[in-house]
């Protein structure tokens, strides 16, 4: 698909890009994918499980919403590994670009985020708890196209 093509491609026939829960670190994660400082994601894999969903693919392209559920860019997904969580590397800390100075504050910030109560009602696990063995879903992504009007 061409630059232009994407730039034509109606964001809602795509599937939805939604970075944390709606609130401060969806926005700030937005903005971030908009500055072309976040072009990786840290996901779990037990998540994409319990919601029965598919893991990305190579050339995937999907809609970035905001906390309003506006579409802000249109990602398309470049890389995917699944990995044990101690096996996350600085270079994809870095790109994740949350402003990580190492492996160890990325992993707590997002262990903070994972063992959230949003979280483990997400995931339908009260007690939900990661380890250096928990599989997690490396994504890295580039930005297609930014879209008018978002935030």
Known sequence: MTVDSARNMDPGDLPKAEFAFPGPLRDLLVAAILDGSKTANTALLAQYEHEGESLPSVGRRSAVVDSDGRPAAIIEVTDVRVVPLGEVDS??????????????????????????EEMRRALGDPCFTVYDATPVVLERFRVATHLHGAS
């Open 91 to 116: 270079t994809h800390a870095r790109d994740e670009g949350e402003g990580h100075s190492t492996v160890e504050r990325r992993r707590a910030d997002h262990e903070e985020f994972w063992h959230s």
